[in-house]
């Protein structure tokens, strides 16, 4: 068994946060009753005594949610004061106006992340694992304690700090899911620096963008990774990006596996650095509200955008949402193999997981390596006690024979989730059933990026309720779901559907998006003025549960990973030979969605269409990654547009999904006849498919 570089273990550093980090106090005379400027609430947001939330804790979870929305302040006041640990307590629960996008909570508040995910564990259980990294070959799990953790996070922030790394400047991880990964995000809390990870399968170009736009100053990556028994260069993607990135100052590079990296003029080897830095480092006092992460998401255009999340909000929420809505108890150990580089890695492999002092799984290999039994293989040696995965996974694993769960011990699993995109019954029924032996509840959890933690699930601590399979059903703690009409109306009662919005501030909700505040507004606050506008649609059923009907943009999901098609389309007009393209996305059996592009061609006879095509595919894949390339080109001699020069996808959707029985209102198209020609030519390309 490889070890990697863990700090060895020693008892130093436990003593100066002692003295800097006190709990968080009762608020003085002159710091209570500050008026509220919450929308709708008219209740005062002084911080309610310490020791409240211990209180609270014990009312019903109907009692609970009542409270989280009637008297919000009292409920996430006392949460926060009692649930985390501040160096100086907030004076105020919130301050938010959603019509101007300002959300601002526990102001005035000062407190460390990583303090909160590493010291006040160590101070209690040094000894307890933060982290089973589950390596790709199975059976070579590293155990990294909550002590070892902080230790190398410490060496890890100090290496920051000797290169010039302060409080503010953004950072770069460009890793797979490790624990080197995770002490790099902590120690970038530790000491002040923003980090923004980007998935280790995104192209040079993609993550150039990323780091251009956050005007990063430094990167951490490794040499390569390792994912299905296949190695991965990880480091001459990030060499071909940081040579458009001129805000790069250093490249840190970590030995995921033996083989040497060349190592250039900006490079410096991470383990050696950091074995020389002392394994204590002091950790910055940063404002509830000063930027914690940015993670860059697709939306409907082009250009993949900044969520920024913060500090205080961020970190409550995600530890409350993993406590209740996976029903977490102290010495569970938590499976969610969601990679780092995805907001469900962020908030619920390391955030949430560490700040309720949990031992958390990393998930380095894939559902199939070796076989399609690895998932449960690993529930029965890590002895993992709840599972959360995306639905695309167990699409793939219940085409496979049953005998590939059942051959391992599940009786550890108290819970399974899903997450990420709309899960079908069949996948719902497979997971209850055959992995949870129909004794584990299972919650279908709707969030996204930007809500920072889950925002709509069953609550399986919740005593008595049932789940409705395949529905993510009930709103979490201060989460107040809205529906609206086309017109802009909320709609009220049940057996509805509509725009899904949420109508108060919560606080897990992101901030900003990096650089643009004003982008942020537009997306997410102006479609319905005064609420979050999710973009995605909902039906409320004849009980008042919540079902995601699926996005209302031009937003796809492929294998759960957020694609905007606007992204793909950019990519591909570069083609000198592509004068347009729609992007759409079709179903698919396995990934949920795929990505289906129209292509129109120059009429020029010297250009050979299959080879333009094999061209457009390698664009998109070094343009953003491989899992982006379209799994169906059609060569179309025009788009269906209207008189305004728009491109209707709907009439696209109907001709990729064999639909065109229904075109609807094709009259405000400029050429009809145009929806000839296309369907024409898909009928060709499906013969020629078969
Ligand atoms: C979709 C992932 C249906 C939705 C945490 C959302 C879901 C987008 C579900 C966010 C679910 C996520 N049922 N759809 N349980 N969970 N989605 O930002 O369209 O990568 O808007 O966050 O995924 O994707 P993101």
Redesign the pocket.
């Known amino acids: 068994m490889q070890r990697i570089n863990m700090a060895p273990l020693s008892s130093r550093g436990t003593g100066f946060f002692r003295t800097l980090l006190t709990r968080c106090r009762t608020p003085g005379p002159g710091q209570s009753r500050t008026p509220d400027r919450c929308r709708l609430s008219s209740l005062p947001s002084s911080p309610p005594p310490p020791g409240t939330w211990q209180q609270l804790s014990r009312l019903s979870h109907p009692d609970l949610y009542r409270l989280s929305v009637t008297d919000p302040d009292r409920f996430w006041g006392s949460a926060a004061a009692d649930r985390l640990r501040w160096v100086e307590p907030f004076h105020r629960v919130r301050d938010c106006d959603l019509s101007s996008g300002r959300i601002s909570w526990f102001v005035g508040g000062k407190l460390n992340v990583s303090v909160n995910c590493l010291d006040v564990h160590v101070e209690k259980h040094p000894d307890r694992v933060a982290l089973i990294w589950e390596r790709d070959e199975p059976g070579t799990e590293v155990k990294v304690t909550y002590r070892e953790l902080l230790e190398t996070t410490c060496r890890l922030a100090n290496t920051l700090k000797s290169h010039g790394i302060q409080k503010g400047d953004r950072v770069a991880i460009y890793m797979p899911v490790s624990p080197l990964a995770v002490a790099a995000m902590l120690a970038c809390a530790r000491i002040g620096a923003v980090h923004t990870v980007v998935f280790a399968g995104f192209s040079s170009e993609a993550l150039a963008g990323r780091i251009q736009d956050a005007g990063c100053k430094a990167v951490v990556t490794c040499n390569q990774g390792v994912r299905g028994a296949r190695v991965i260069d990880l480091k001459s993607t990030v060499d071909a990006a940081v040579k458009s990135c001129p805000t790069v100052q250093h490249v840190f590079v970590s030995q995921r596996t033996q083989q040497p990296a060349a190592m250039g003029r900006l490079d410096v080897p991470l383990e050696e650095v950091m074995s020389r830095q002392s394994s204590v480092c002091p950790a910055e006092p940063l404002d509830s509200e000063d930027l914690l992460f940015l993670l860059y998401?697709s939306g409907s255009t082009g250009k993949p955008k900044g969520v920024v999340h913060t500090q205080a909000g961020y970190l409550l929420y995600t530890s409350l949402t993993h406590q209740y809505v996976f029903d977490y108890r102290d010495g569970d150990v938590f499976g969610c193999v969601a990679d780092v580089g995805?907001?469900?890695g962020h908030s619920y492999v390391v955030y949430g997981p560490l700040c309720n002092g949990a031992t958390t799984v990393l998930f380095e290999s894939t559902p199939v390596y070796p076989n399609p039994g690895r998932y449960w293989e690993t529930v029965q040696r890590l002895r993992i006690s709840q599972f959360y995965g995306a639905p695309t996974a167990l699409r793939l694993l219940l085409k496979y024979d049953d005998s590939w769960v059942k051959k391992y011990d599940r009786s550890s699993l108290r819970t399974l989730g899903?997450?990420?995109?709309?899960?079908n019954h069949e996948a719902w029924h497979w997971f209850h059933s055959v992995v949870g032996e129909g004794r584990c509840p299972l919650v279908?959890?709707?969030?996204?990026?930007?809500t920072g933690g889950v925002c709509i699930a069953p609550r399986p601590a919740e005593e008595g309720a049932a789940i409705v399979p395949a529905m993510?059903m009930r709103p979490f703690f201060g989460i107040q779901p809205v529906l609206m009409g086309e017109k802009g109306e909320p709609l009220s009662g049940n057996s509805v559907s509509g725009a899904l919005c949420i109508s108060q501030p919560w606080p897990g909700m992101a901030r900003s998006i990096y650089g643009d505040h004003q982008r942020f507004i537009d997306a997410y606050f102006k479609p319905y003025p005064g609420n979050y506008f999710?973009?995605?649609g909902a039906f409320r059923s004849e009980e008042g549960y919540y079902q995601?009907t699926?996005?209302m943009d031009d937003?796809i999901?492929v294998s759960g990973h957020?694609l905007g098609t606007a992204e793909i389309e950019d990519a591909l007009d570069e083609h000198p030979a592509v004068p347009e393209t729609a992007v759409i996305g079709i179903p698919h059996d396995i990934k949920g969605e795929v990505p289906f592009a129209f292509v129109v061609l120059k009429d020029d006879p010297g250009l050979d269409p299959p080879v333009v095509l094999q061209q457009l595919r390698n664009l998109v894949s070094t343009k953003i990654a491989k899992y982006a390339v379209p799994d169906h080109f059609l060569v179309v001699k025009r788009l269906p547009k209207t008189r305004s020069g728009k491109i209707m996808r709907r009439i696209l959707r109907k001709v990729a999904m064999e639909t065109t029985g229904d075109l609807g209102d094709v009259s405000t198209l400029d050429d009809p006849s145009v929806v000839k020609e296309i369907i024409e030519a898909h009928e060709l390309y499906r013969k020629q498919k078969k």
Do not use: C, F, L, M
Not at 418 to 423: H, L, N, T, Y
């Open positions: 998401t995805w907001i469900t899903s997450v990420g995109e709309p899960i279908d959890t709707w969030w996204q990026t930007e993510a999710t973009g995605d995601i699926g996005r937003v999901n957020r």
